[in-house]
């Protein structure tokens, strides 16, 4: 959950620009009245606030679109070498 994207604002606001952003969140139904309150939450503590700001300045959503997370298709070997070190007849 971004909140500034959420609220749609950027980092350097205050809070009564949060509270005014809540309420045309509100109007425009966009996201639900929880997720809402929970960017509201976020963003007024200013720890949290902090928190999201730094991770906005590392957004790395889109370079997950470009990344292939599917794991390999692994093919079994032809034939399994076994090792002479634990044969007992050598």
Avoid: C, W
Wanted: aromatic letters at 6%.
């Amino acid at each position: 959950m971004n909140p500034y994207k959420i609220l749609n604002i950027n980092s350097n606001v205050t809070q009564a620009d949060i509270i005014l952003s809540v309420t045309t969140a509100m109007r425009e139904r966009k996201y639900s009245a929880g997720e809402i309150a929970r960017a509201q939450k976020e963003l007024l503590n200013p720890v949290s606030k902090a928190a999201h700001a730094f991770i906005q300045f590392l957004d790395i959503e889109p370079l997950l679109t470009d990344i292939d997370l599917t794991p390999p298709k692994l093919t079994p070997p032809d034939a399994i070498e076994r090792l002479s070190l634990f044969d007992e007849n050598v």
